[in-house]
């Protein structure tokens, strides 16, 4: 069934309906046009949400972004990113695949459709004029009929009148005659005229408009195919994007149970674990002495001029760092040479814990001695507290750790400068044995350099490996005397004497049993953490890696791997083109990156 056989009678109504098919198409194209500019407005907000909540600076720079929480978070807000990317691709697939192309087609149909109808209304205007001419011709031989058939009767009614002319009774019939004659003329144009509409009407309903309306009806279900394809396309354009969007949200997931509220909890130890011993106890100090014994010359409590005995520095209030700010414990100075400054002042009293700041010890020792400064390169912080090259700004356990970080990266910095020095000298036997690639002598500047750079290192690397060694044997120390203090069994608590006496005797009894404290002891600072590990772990991989190709390793630092062997990434590579990985046998080393195909966790 098709428009031409059944709906031949209905032009107008077609006119009307493939008016509305089109305008249908341009609502659609209006409405996805909206939608691109929602979600495209969507993911710039979301995009400016991530960018709000991102960290202002590194990750190398924030302590924070060691806590798996912060992890998560961060890694979250990057799954929100991609997932802001996502909608921008569904704008744009909606925007180029829908919006412009059925723009474009609705401009044709609309072109087609005006052709086909004014084709339509040409053969309806020769209908109408065939149709008029038929009318015509009608009314002409209506006519000429009617004046034919006067005529007749005039001549006729002549003839019976006797009184009439024989020349009158002959011009009546001659005129009667030439109406027939005319009559007969318009009979047989009509008749003419008749055929020819009725054969022109025929081609007009049965051949020319119904081909039209077929044409129309083709253009119409084209526009409604095209229509429905721009129907799937909006859902393709987001079943396009749904795995990349799962994965986001699986990403999510994951950071969300990555959060590691135990690992957060260590870390937030090894960030900020001090190393100090923790404060010894408070010793008793017996105010009623003064008023138990009666002042006199031999009184061992009072001088001989009545006034109280002063008590020395190992009698003093030691000063207790509960949590406040005020009283936060400072690390033990250390000299400009790398040692620990003395714990007193000459010809002082030698008193661990004696209370006196270890920046005023310092302020005095810079009285007497005049520290070498070129070995300090210090910065004043921003509370005032001195930054030396060696750290001893920083309590001994994170002491220990920044000098390991730095004899890392020192160790790290030699072995690219020796591979690089390596490199250099197989340049140059190749230069030597064939010139015609380079010049030897070019090479020298470039040698000498990194022969300057491998010595400067060598003796940052001794130099930081020597303190080191201080700092761990420091925090070793810290350690033990600790760990002393913890398992010695509590002094009971002293009750006040019946007598001066008996005070004395235990005074004296309680001096005595004093132990000396050596000068290690004194350096030790009086506060501190239990470490339960002073040896670091090995570092976990990043990844894991196949070698493409055989590699001997036969240079220092490197290691020897085989053809589609699995190692282990410990470090990416830094631009050198080298990257350090682990074998499943034992061994770590440095191999070529271009001879791996590397996976990152």
């Known amino acids: 069934m098709d ?42 907000q979301l995009r400016s949400l991530v960018k709000k909540y991102l960290p202002k600076r590194p990750a190398k720079d924030d302590p924070e972004s060691k806590f798996s929480q912060q992890q998560s978070f961060v890694q979250i807000l990057q799954e929100v990113n991609d997932f802001a990317g996502q909608r921008e691709l569904v704008a744009e697939n909606l925007s180029v695949r829908v919006c412009l192309e059925l723009a474009k087609y609705s401009q044709e149909m609309k072109q087609e459709r005006k052709m086909h109808f004014q084709e339509g209304r040409r053969a309806q205007q020769q209908l109408e004029s065939g149709f008029k001419q038929l009318e015509n011709s009608k009314r002409k031989f209506e006519r000429d009929c009617r004046e034919a058939e006067k005529a007749a009767q005039t001549a006729e009614r002549l003839d019976q009148d006797i009184n009439a002319t024989k020349a009158d009774v002959e011009k009546a019939k001659q005129q009667a005659h030439l109406r027939s004659h005319m009559a007969e003329e318009s009979k047989n144009e009509y008749a003419a005229q008749l055929q020819r509409f009725n054969r022109d009407q025929a081609h007009f309903y049965f051949s020319q408009m119904p081909q039209i309306f ?128 003395p714990s007193a002042l000459p010809n002082g009293p030698p008193s661990p814990r004696s209370g006196l700041d270890p920046l005023a010890i310092l302020s005095e020792i810079s009285k007497s001695v005049k520290p070498r400064l070129a070995s300090f390169r210090s910065l004043r912080g921003s509370r005032g507290t001195v930054v030396t090259e060696d750290f001893s700004h920083l309590p001994p356990e994170q002491q220990r750790k920044r000098l390991q970080q730095q004899l890392e990266e020192r160790s790290r910095e030699l072995q690219k400068e020796v591979d690089q020095r390596e490199a250099l000298k197989k340049m140059k036997d190749v230069y030597e044995k064939t010139p015609q690639m380079g010049d030897p002598a070019s090479l020298e500047p470039r040698i000498t350099e990194t022969l300057n750079n491998i010595e400067r290192l060598k003796l940052e ?49 309680k001096e005595s049993s004093e132990e000396p404290v050596s000068e290690e002891g004194q350096d030790a600072p009086i506060y501190t953490e239990f470490d339960e590990d002073f040896e670091e772990e090995p570092a976990s991989p990043i990844g894991h890696c196949v070698a493409i190709y055989h590699f001997e390793g036969s240079s220092e630092g490197t290691i020897s791997m085989a053809e589609g062997e699995d190692l282990s990434l410990m470090e990416e590579d830094k631009g050198d083109g080298w990257t350090r990985v682990r074998r499943k046998q034992g061994g770590e080393g440095y191999v070529p990156t271009s001879y791996l195909r590397v996976t990152l966790n």
């Open 3 to 44: 428009w031409g056989t059944e709906l031949w009678d209905q032009f107008e109504v077609l006119e009307r309906h493939t008016q509305w098919g089109l305008d249908l198409l341009d609502r659609y194209v209006k409405f996805v046009k909206e939608r691109t500019e929602v979600e495209q407005a969507y993911a710039k």
């Open 214 to 341: 077929d044409k129309l009806q083709d253009m119409d279900e084209r526009r409604a195919t095209h229509l429905g394809a721009g129907y799937g396309l909006l859902s393709e354009a987001e079943l396009q994007v749904v795995p990349i969007i799962a994965k986001c949200l699986e990403g999510m997931k994951v950071a969300a149970d990555a959060v590691d509220a135990k690992n957060d909890s260590q870390v937030l130890i090894e960030l900020h674990k001090s190393g100090f011993a923790r404060p010894g106890d408070v010793e008793f100090e017996d105010f009623s002495q003064p008023m138990n014994r009666v002042p006199s010359d031999s009184s061992l409590g009072t001088p001989s001029d009545g006034r109280p005995e002063l008590r020395g520095p190992g009698r003093s209030r030691a000063k207790r760092w509960p949590f406040g700010k005020k009283n936060k414990p400072r690390p033990p100075p250390f000299s400009p040479l790398g040692g620990p400054l």
């Open 461 to 509: 690397v001794q130099k930081y490996e020597a303190w080191l060694a201080e700092a761990e044997s420091r925090v070793l120390s810290n350690r033990g005397d600790s760990l002393g203090r913890h398992t010695r069994p509590p002094d009971p608590p002293a009750s006040a004497p019946p007598d001066s006496s008996s005070n004395s005797r235990s005074q004296d009894n």
